[in-house]
């Protein structure tokens, strides 16, 4: 496209694009910080079967990463239509996935697997073409770093409304609907307005870029669906045989075994062991997220002074590093406003960065193969990863909060919960933080070396001469 060929992103292409990050989170964030309180303290189910619900869900996300991610890549312009028509039914399937059902136990858990599933199904076909896209917007990697803080920041206030507002909603149409159920399935039913209306001003945000552009269209080659298949694990495959793309990978898994655990904790922990009311919380989720409009300019000096990699693995290491000093106090209220703010550095750099990095492996790909393209494809690793570190941390944080003696339905807990839930939240995870900052250490793609593998593709494709020289280490 036209655009791609400019270093510079208008304001209005930067943020009629990142609306799609708004479609994103007020599935993912309801999901991670609700699902598995609406599930044991609506619908009355076991917290150990509720963890293994939404690791399944979230598990069946990361298989289906790859496959969008390759039909994604097959056909001009398929991304931004997969956004538009995609959103339709993930905003179908947050309702549902909300909806208090109470058939039978077998039964019951059978529809919300069935919700699961289509709920992060079509979370990866909005989700994987959305970030995916920045490539067809810029080759420049610095605008491409700031797309990711602009998009970050879009996120925050998503998330804002997301991660605050529910207990608030839930309580409201509570009084409404005549039942804490029936608040549930109203809120989720306004968040999926907003999806499809975010979305829809995204995918409309892509096609006026595409107006004009100069690339060729690509032939669609028709295969069948053995050789399809054939295919796309061939070019899966070709992605994850690139080592900075399996370090990049496991890294992912690692950070959202900690995210995925501490997401589904995080109300439990503040109203069982700090002792916040339903509101208290929803005021720390505003504090927490209203808070990271504080850290994004200190990450945008730090990438420009350094790179994204130092950014990421300093951000990781402070945020371990207090949560574990802060145990000692941190039921106490000041304890637990400063793990608050110091989880921050990692979710925020998390938040603006990692998406990121795959842009600098889709330029090292396309330099290992030939002038051939998967951006959809290297998109899909890290979010595939992303799912699968939350699902391991879900499924873990179900089995932990069982440990405890945890009763949803009881008015007031067992002696042990509260001490058993900072030891877990606060201690045993952090451990998955820190080995986070240290796999991300072996990672090699910086700033210098895109550039010179872009200059090299540059020059191959108009048939001169190139070097290796400052990228020979990371093939």
Known sequence: MNERNKNKVGFGTKLGYSMGVVADTMGYSIFYSYFSVFLTTVVGVNAALAGVISALGILWDG?????????????????????????????????????????????????????????????????????????????????????????????????????????????????????????????????????????????????????????????????????????????????????????????????NIYRGFTSNGFTYFFIYSVGWSGAQVSFGYAVLVASWFLYFPLINLVCKKWDRKV???????????????????????????????????????????????????????????????????????????????????ALIWGIALDSTGFDGTAAVQAEGVSSGLVSIYMGWITLALLAYAFILGFYKMNKSRTKKIQEANAARKAGKEYSEEGFSDVL
């Open 63 to 255: 298989i289906t990463d790859p496959v969008v991610g390759y039909l994604a890549d097959k056909k001009a312009h398929r991304r931004r239509k997969m956004i538009q028509w995609g959103s339709l039914f993930y905003a179908a399937a947050v309702v549902l996935t909300y909806v208090s059902v109470s058939f039978g136990e077998t039964a019951q858990s059978a529809y919300y697997i069935i919700c699961c599933l289509a709920f992060w199904l079509f979370y990866t076909v909005v989700c994987v073409p959305f970030y995916s896209a920045v490539p067809e917007l810029t080759d420049d990697y610095d605008e491409r770093t700031r797309i990711g803080s602009f998009r970050a920041t879009m996120a925050t206030f998503a998330n804002l409304i997301t991660m605050a507002s529910p207990m608030l909603l839930v309580s409201f149409f509570g009084k409404w609907t005549g039942s804490a159920a029936g608040g549930w399935t109203m809120t989720a039913g306004l968040f999926g307005v907003i999806i499809v209306i975010t979305a829809t001003i995204c995918a409309q945000t892509l096609k006026r870029a595409e107006k004009g552009g100069s690339e060729e269209e690509v032939p669609a080659v028709k295969l069948s669906f053995g050789e399809a298949i054939g295919d796309m694990l061939k070019t899966f495959a070709s992605v994850l045989k690139l080592k900075q793309a399996l370090i990049l990978f496991v890294a992912i898994v690692v950070c």
């Open 311 to 393: 950014c990421l693995i300093g951000g990781a290491l402070i945020s371990g590093i207090v949560r574990l000093a802060v145990i000692p106090i941190v039921t106490t209220t000041v304890g637990a406003y400063i793990s608050i703010f110091s989880s921050n550095f990692l979710t925020c750099s998390y938040l603006a960065l990692i998406f990121s990095l795959p842009y600098d492996v889709g330029e090292l790909y396309e330099y290992k193969n030939n002038g051939r393209r998967a951006d959809s494809t290297i998109q899909s690793i890290p979010l595939m990863a992303q799912k699968m570190g939350a699902a391991v941390g």
